[in-house]
């Protein structure tokens, strides 16, 4: 079955420039994460979706970051005026229920953003 | 603020030689401890969750436990194919530590 996939996979950038990532959840899954993950780093959360409203997003670092679920499936994280400390590899998971603090993540393989 | 941190940050095993990963952790109201694997280039893939203390869940060669301060998780005469970075989170699961990076020596 498919799991999540994130769209690039790579994004090269350069600096000031605006950068859009996409995610694709798993078929059915209600909850959906953002997190940013440096070299040699855990996952540093972003933002959570249960549905289409952000519940939690308290990760993300300043304005310049948004994400957004219209429809409570695919996620796009929009990144403006790109710095190049934003260079991270950016993850998304997703997991099938409303228990979001219990439940079982699904990752997708990320998105390598490298801003120049 | 949940903290998580995990001990050693590298470890070399010889195939067949036993060890244990440390997770410490401060946090108000566990909801779970979770432990996940993620090789190069790939994201984390779920292990286990661990709810409360003194629960124990094994999967192959890894066995994971739970105390109120501290997960370990136990790898049992570890393979190369074992070489990978484990990473624990809590609470949430927004909080990950930054992993112990395993490998395991043919």
């Known amino acids: 079955g498919a799991g999540v996939s994130q769209t690039p996979s790579n994004k090269v950038t350069e600096k000031g420039k605006y950068v859009e990532l996409r995610c694709d959840p798993i078929s059915g899954h209600t909850a959906l994460y953002w997190y940013r993950q440096s070299l040699g780093q855990g996952p540093e959360f972003l933002i959570y979706?249960?549905?289409?409203?952000?519940?939690?997003d308290s990760g993300l670092p300043n304005d310049r970051f948004f994400a957004v679920r219209p429809e409570g499936s695919v996620s796009t994280l929009k990144i403006q005026r790109t710095e190049r400390g934003d260079s991270a590899v950016y993850l998304c998971?997703?997991?099938?229920?409303?228990?979001?603090?219990?439940?079982?993540?699904?990752f997708g393989p990320g998105t390598r953003l490298t801003v120049l | 603020e949940d903290q998580v941190t995990q001990s050693p940050e590298a470890l070399r095993l010889q195939e067949g030689e036993s060890s244990s990963l440390n997770c410490s952790y401060t946090v108000s109201g566990l909801r779970g401890l979770f432990w996940y694997r993620q090789d190069p280039g790939k994201g984390p893939e779920f292990l286990f969750t661990l709810y409360s203390a003194g629960e124990e869940k094994e999967k192959e060669r890894l066995k994971a436990t739970l105390t109120k301060k501290e997960s370990f998780l136990h790898i049992t005469a570890p393979k190369p194919e074992d070489s990978a970075t484990y990473l624990c989170a809590v609470s949430n699961q927004f909080y990950f530590g930054t992993g112990t990076s395993l490998t395991v020596i043919p």
């Open positions: 979706f249960q549905g289409t409203g952000a519940a939690d």
């Open positions: 998971a997703s997991s099938p229920s409303l228990a979001a603090s219990t439940d079982t993540q699904y």
